[in-house]
């Protein structure tokens, strides 16, 4: 578990003398860091610099400076962009109503026109490495959960194979399944709840920028000049600021948070993090607006300050369920709940572990069914192996069966697996 800062200054510099693929993966890994650094930065938000790339990108959309509305988290956006309106009126959507002349478009949709022709063009420069000429995925993506990068290229691998695997999958996986889908959940409405507009997720918006930057840093990617200024301003603001939203003639603009937590993915091999604390906020703003995480998922509050059976048995989502039981522990659930013990038996694909087959009657979750403990086969960033819990048909009464069925397989066909994870 972590909390992170990302401290102010410039980013790493690329040496445009770099010759070896070692030495460019070493500087992509540092950037790749770097630009992990501003998406979980906790530090106060730069204003100057923020507005300044703020304006900047609205100058590119033909608008005129925006006045600033600061607020100290998301949570604080609904109401600021309520005082707002009319500027943050809801884009159109359809192009049968939008107006004729760009110019009179909401300078929110301006800004998300921009930015989709902007990434456009630059994976032009930064393709896919498996969308080159219709090439299938490359073998090193299929290995990269079972390679560390230094040694892909010590096997062959192309250094823009690799590159993709060590920096671009890091990135999207830590913040596109991290801190993005989190904050909005814990902390905004859902999209049809209220005039929330277009928004924009300044250090959040590190996954693509921090891409596109470090293949230019590297030598790998030539820009357009146009297209390389925009993308400064985009940078200048992840670097800067939080979440934020544009209306035509103000903008709103969030603070950073003021605790970030975090641990590595079990068995990551290329820096990916997920949120987690296991007694406190996993992410806290500093209006109190705060985000709850276990292992990555997040989780309302109760989960971690007050989880109890019933509250368990009244929870809808199946993953917040997860975690608010491994909270009080499988033991604790299972006689507390009262699952009956079907089978057990030893666990073919985890060596010294066991497989435990429940019966959960209809009055637990309104429908009768098992549920099957297991031992994880990867370690988690403790050293312990977690144990958890997979729910499979009423209809089987085998452990081995069940494990097998989770897989896709029938019992006997993974009672020979040599290793699971």
Do not use: K
Not at 346 to 361: E, F, K, M, T
């Amino acid at each position: 578990m972590t909390a992170v800062t990302s401290a102010r200054g410039a980013s790493p510099r690329f040496d445009g003398s770099l010759s070896s693929s070692r030495e460019r993966l070493s500087l992509a890994v540092a950037l790749r860091d770097d630009w992990l650094g501003h998406a979980f930065s906790t530090l106060p938000a730069d204003r100057p610099a923020a507005e300044a790339a703020v304006t900047g990108l609205y100058g590119l959309a033909g608008a005129p400076p925006p006045r600033f509305v600061w607020i100290p988290s998301p949570a604080a956006a609904p109401p600021a962009l309520r005082d707002e309106q009319p500027a943050f009126a809801r884009p159109r959507l359809r192009a049968a109503d939008a107006p004729a002349r760009w110019a009179d478009w909401p300078v929110a949709s301006r800004l998300a026109s921009l930015l989709s022709a902007l990434r456009t063009r630059l994976d032009r420069r930064v393709p896919r490495p498996w969308s080159v000429g219709h090439r299938p995925r490359p073998a090193w993506h299929q290995v990269a959960h079972t390679m560390t990068a230094e040694d892909a290229l010590s096997d062959g691998y192309a250094l823009r194979d690799v590159l993709w695997t060590a920096v671009h999958d890091p990135l999207s996986a830590t913040l596109l399944d991290g801190p993005r889908p989190a904050i909005r959940t814990a902390l905004l409405p859902a999209a049809d709840a209220g005039p929330l507009g277009l928004t924009f997720h300044g250090q959040h918006d590190a996954h693509w920028i921090g891409h596109y930057d470090i293949h230019a840093r590297l030598g790998l990617a030539a820009y357009r000049a146009a297209d390389t200024r925009q993308l400064a301003l985009w940078a200048a603001l992840a670097r800067a600021a939080g979440w934020w939203w544009p209306g035509d003639g103000v903008c709103v603009v969030a603070e950073r948070p003021a605790e970030v937590h975090t641990e590595p993915l079990p068995g990551a091999r290329h820096g990916e993090l997920r949120l987690h604390h296991p007694g406190r906020p996993a992410v806290r703003y500093g209006d109190g607006a705060e985000v709850y995480a276990l292992h990555g998922t997040a989780v309302p509050r109760w989960v971690v300050t007050e989880p109890t059976v019933a509250r368990i048995h009244r929870e809808p989502n199946v993953e917040v369920r997860r975690c608010a039981i491994e909270r009080i522990g499988w033991d604790t659930y299972v006689d507390r709940a009262g699952l009956h013990l079907l089978a057990q038996a030893p666990d073919p694909g985890n060596p010294r572990s066991h497989l435990h087959l429940y019966h959960v009657p209809r009055r637990v979750w309104g429908t009768p069914g098992r549920v099957l403990l297991v031992v994880n086969g990867s370690v988690e960033p403790d050293g312990r192996r977690r144990r958890y819990g997979l729910s499979v048909p009423a209809g089987i009464d085998d452990p081995v069966a069940a494990a097998g069925w989770s897989y896709g397989l029938s019992g006997p066909q993974y009672a020979r697996l040599a290793r699971r994870t």
